[in-house]
């Protein structure tokens, strides 16, 4: 854990949650008693902020300091709101172009991602609040800082990003494997959001019921898969190539 990003005790806890901060990782002590530990579990579940009930063992490991049982990492980076952002591209007169990530888990293809959509002028990345890949220190390397210059967003649900998105003239495109049309095939001079599925499952088929469009990449080999910040990569440059 960077401890640049590490927070500690009850109240410094309660503190950067009621400011807005945004936690990735909340390590709480197993059986933590008292009106403050009451206090902290409820805006916790309030905000509906993923946690970890640990022992004092795991905590003391994080840090010598006083935690009173409580340790937290906070994002290194302020997050958009979707609303706000999407308006703005509109508003620019650009052809907007999103990137969705649905359950992405490791932090270095989050990082990779992150670098390329900077590169391809994506003008906002979509994640989950809940079950995605955090803005972790390896997420900023290998992302060479471009995290720093592309919004990303945290939604509560990708489904409702998607409508909103979608009732915005933005058009959502799945890259799967499932798809019968290759990527080549769809017309991405339109205003466009790509979403990415998880490195194992893919795009959850909730959410792939929902797309206006699905894609493919073709595929010779024997794996019959690309990793998913390489299979990004090539999406985004298809809609580069379309837009020239």
């Keep these: 854990m960077n401890n640049e990003s590490q927070i500690f005790g009850i109240r410094a806890v309660i503190e950067a949650i009621t400011s807005g901060k945004t936690i990735d990782k909340l390590f709480v002590q197993k059986g933590l008693q008292g009106e403050l530990s009451r206090e902290l579990m409820s805006l916790i579940k309030k905000n509906g902020i993923t946690f970890s009930y640990v022992p004092v063992e795991k905590i003391n490991r994080l840090t010598k300091k006083n935690h009173q049982g409580v340790v ?96 915005s003239g933005i058009q959502v495109v799945a890259a799967t494997e499932k798809a019968s049309e290759p990527i080549y095939n769809i017309n991405l001079t339109n205003p466009t959001a790509i979403i990415m599925g998880s490195e194992g499952k893919g795009i959850s088929s909730s959410v792939l019921k929902l797309v206006d469009q699905q894609a493919k990449l073709p595929m010779y080999g024997e794996i019959g898969s690309l990793n998913v910040s390489v299979a990004c990569g090539v999406f985004l440059y298809e809609v580069i190539r379309q837009r020239l």
Excluded: W
């Design 72 to 167: 937290a990492h906070i994002s290194p980076i302020d997050f958009h709101e979707l609303e706000n952002l999407v308006i703005k591209v509109v508003e620019s007169g650009e052809t907007p172009l999103f990137l969705i990530l649905d359950q992405l888990s490791d932090v270095r293809n989050f990082g990779a991602i992150i670098r390329t959509a900077e590169c391809t002028g994506v003008h906002g990345i979509i994640v989950q609040k809940k079950g995605g890949a955090p803005v972790s220190a390896d997420t900023i390397k290998t992302s060479a800082g471009a995290v720093f210059n592309i919004p990303i967003c945290k939604v509560d649900h990708i489904k409702d990003a998607m409508f909103y998105l979608q009732g």
